[in-house]
């Protein structure tokens, strides 16, 4: 009897590094359920479907609970397992912290943490009781530094890249892998999102996103635990290593303050 087709489920795939994880999915024979909050998840899958294989959609709110049940119910209810979760759904939030508004706080929270810890508490159980699978979880070389005009971000991701590690170290007597992608500034709609287009750090040329996820993808295929895109990025990871969390912040204030955006 012929293998079945593996199963890659990829969140916040509508545009940006998830819709480049999707295609490569894609291309490398997975079946592909994917999801995010707005309809521009059904317009992802009918470019992605252009590519052939199977791509299903869930339109869901990964930073509520309700959400990632929908989306794991969904899944549940295809009757197969998941061979590879891209837990990479995440928001930013420029501006002074003080000046964010609260609600908007709570959304970068709520999705870049819990609803990430809840959608990978759901599926990687399953992945630990086959013992097999492979997860690729979206942090970022932010989570290196505080993020002065990023603050809340930033934490967000400093909780991602630890939180990937640990889960990692938990694992290792398992078949299962896990794998942080570190992307530095990425060629995607995040900057627009995160009202950082009049800063530094949103009008500075950028990694495209295909090269990024292209870099995640096979260090996840490797069963590597983390991947930093691209020379310059690794060079800043290294240093932000070595670098007091001082000087880290104020060179991330030139970066993301509003206003330093070169006209
Ligand atoms: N771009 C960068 O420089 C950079 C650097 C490091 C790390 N990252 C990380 O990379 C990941 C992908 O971001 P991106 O750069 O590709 O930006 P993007 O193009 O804006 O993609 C973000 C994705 O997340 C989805 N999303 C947002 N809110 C959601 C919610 N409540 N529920 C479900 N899905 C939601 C979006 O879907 P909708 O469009 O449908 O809302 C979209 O598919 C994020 O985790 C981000 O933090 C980005």
Known sequence: MAEAT??????????????????LCLEHGYDVVISSDTVEIEHAAAQLRQLGGTVDVVQADLSTTQGVDQLYQAVQAKGR?????????????GRAFLDQDFADITKVINLNVVGTTYLLHRFVRDMRDRN??????????????PGAFQAVYNATKAYVDSF?????????????????????????????????????????????????????????????GHEVSGFSNKMQALMANVTPDKHLAEMHRKLAEPGTAKH
């Open 6 to 23: 593996k199963v890659a489920v990829v969140t916040g795939a509508s545009s940006g590094i998830g819709y480049e994880l999707a295609k």
């Open 81 to 93: 397992p998941v061979d590879v979760l891209m837990a990479n759904a995440g928001r930013g939030l």
């Open 132 to 145: 097999a699978g492979k997860v690729l979880i979206t942090g970022s070389i932010a989570g290196l530094m």
């Open 164 to 224: 990937s590690f640990a889960l990692r170290n938990e694992l290792k007597d398992t078949d299962v892998t896990v794998t942080v992608l570190m992307p530095g500034p990425t060629d995607t709609d995040f900057f627009e999102v995160a009202d950082l287009m009049d800063t530094k750090v949103g009008t500075d040329k950028k990694t495209p996103a295909d090269k990024v996820a292209k870099d995640g993808f096979e260090a996840m295929m490797r069963g590597d």
